[in-house]
C-alpha cells in the first residue's frame, strides 16, 4: 500500500467498501499502487496495469489494455465508442466483487502478460474518424484552416473531429467550427 494513496480510501464516499476490496486484489497481484489521474493506479514495471476509479452510478476497475484481454466472462465494458484500448469492469456491491475476485485476478494476470509481452491496442488513425461535414466545407473553402489544422498534433486533430462531430444539430457543428477556427490557426488543441 502505497500512503500517498490512502486518502482516496480513506474519504467517506458512496463506494467506500467496494473500492476497499478492489485495491486488495490489486495489491494481490502483486502491482505496485501509485496514484495517477487522482486516482490509485496499479502497475506492473512501470506499466499501468488498471486503474480503480469511481462513479455516481458505479465503481470500477479500469484495464489499460483491456481490449486486448481475452474477456472470457464478458465483464469488460468499452466506456464509449471512442474509447479505443481501455476497457471497466463495473460494480455496484461489493457481493459483486467477491464473486468475481478470481476472474478479475485472472483478468490482471493476464494485463501483466500482454504488457511484459509487448503487446500494443492498435489504434484508429486520424484519417480514419469522421469529419463533420460542416468542417469538411471550412477546410475546403479555407485553405490556410487546412494547413494550420494539418499541422496539429493527430491527437489534438482527433480531439476537434470528435467535438465537431458529436453534436447532433447542424447549427450547433457549425458553432463549435467557428468558435475553434482562431484556436486551430493558433495551432491550439481543443483544451489548450
Known sequence: MNPKVDFYFDKEQKWQHEIAKLRTIALGCGLTEELKWG????THQNSNIVLIHVFKEYCAFLFFKGALLNDANGILIQQTENVQAARQARFTALS?????ESTLKAYIFE??????????VELKKTKEFTVAEEF??????LPVLK?????LTPGRQRAYLLYFSQAKQAKTREARIEKCIPQILSGKGLDD
Not at 504488457?115 to 500494443?120: I, M, R, S, T, Y
Open 111 to 120: 494485463a501483466i502478460a500482454v504488457e511484459e509481452a509487448g503487446l500494443k
Open 39 to 42: 486516482c490509485p493506479c496499479y
Open 136 to 141: 469538411q466545407i471550412k477546410l475546403d473553402e
Open 96 to 100: 459483486q466483487i467477491a464473486d468475481a
Open 147 to 151: 494547413t494550420a489544422f494539418e499541422a
